[in-house]
């Protein structure tokens, strides 16, 4: 574990999403949800897409790769930083060619370090709060993609800290940031050490999908349906937008995953 650094504040003004594929229902997913539905799916993307650029960003949209049906899940092939974008190595053999397909895209913006094997890190495992990474060790990320994601950052003067996932598939799953210094976890994370220093809002366990809310600029975007995550994240006086994102869901995603923010 390193020092934190909770200096630098993070104003998005760009975001990158993919468009889902008319095959996303093959995508990877544990979730027992039902069978997704492509043209509810679509709508539903096309509700996000339009938020954020009504919250001000400019919005690239790339088309629907559908030999990567997971691909729409852009967060997890890259991390972007200020300065520099780090693209990963997902953990998931069917989602590894992903990264071939952000990199020309990110070129345009950033300069790039890349996580090699034996490494392998998916960016829904990293989250970014001020200057400061908290990354998960997961099923999908390991702990060089760890080490080595850390050295990178390291570099740019952020700190880090690992953080074991224990249940859900990344660490975003079960927590985000809400405001400046709040975090929006699970009851898993409720205690955990690595989160001491901040504020938290801690959902129930029946409400511990809408940990995976969406901070943009001061607006949270939050999946619809958790009523009384509602009420707690309403305490902290900022505007909050409800998406429906059901489709989502049944193939085990979540709001952060649909979209690049830099
Ligand atoms: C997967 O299992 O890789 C996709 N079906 C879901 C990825 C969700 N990504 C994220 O939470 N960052």
């Not at 400061?132 to 850390?150: D, P």
């Not at 690595?194 to 901070?215: H, P, T, V």
Request: proline share 4%.
């Amino acid at each position: 574990m390193y020092g934190i650094n909770k200096e630098k504040k993070i104003i998005y003004t760009h975001a990158i999403v993919r468009l889902p594929g008319y095959n996303f229902s093959q995508g990877i997913t544990e979730a027992d949800l039902g069978i997704p539905d492509y043209d509810l799916i679509t709508q539903q993307h096309k509700e996000y897409t339009n938020t954020l650029v009504k919250l001000g960003l400019k919005v690239i949209q790339l088309e629907a790769l559908e030999v990567y049906p997971d691909a729409y899940f852009v967060e997890d092939t890259a991390v972007i930083t200020q300065q520099m974008a780090v693209i990963t190595n997902p953990g998931a053999e069917s989602r590894k060619g992903e990264i071939q397909h952000i990199e020309p895209v990110l070129t345009k913006y950033r300069q790039l370090h890349r996580i090699k094997p034996p490494g392998t890190l998916e960016g829904g495992d990293v989250l970014q709060v001020g200057g400061h990474f908290f990354i998960g060790l997961s099923k999908r990320t390991n702990r060089q993609g760890v080490e080595q994601f850390g050295r990178i950052i390291e570099t740019y003067g952020y700190t880090w800290t690992a953080v074991e996932v224990v249940n859900g598939l990344h660490l975003k799953s079960d927590v985000n940031l809400a405001d400046r210094d709040t975090l929006m976890v699970t009851e898993l994370y409720a205690k955990y050490p690595a989160f001491n220093d901040y504020q938290k809002i801690i959902l129930a366990e029946d409400e511990s999908r809408a940990a995976n809310s969406l901070s943009i600029n001061g607006t949270i975007l939050m999946p619809s349906g958790f009523t009384s995550a509602k009420k707690k994240l309403e305490n902290l006086s900022l505007p909050i937008i409800e998406l429906d994102i059901s489709e989502v869901r049944k193939m085990d995603g979540g709001l952060t995953c649909l979209s690049l923010r830099f």
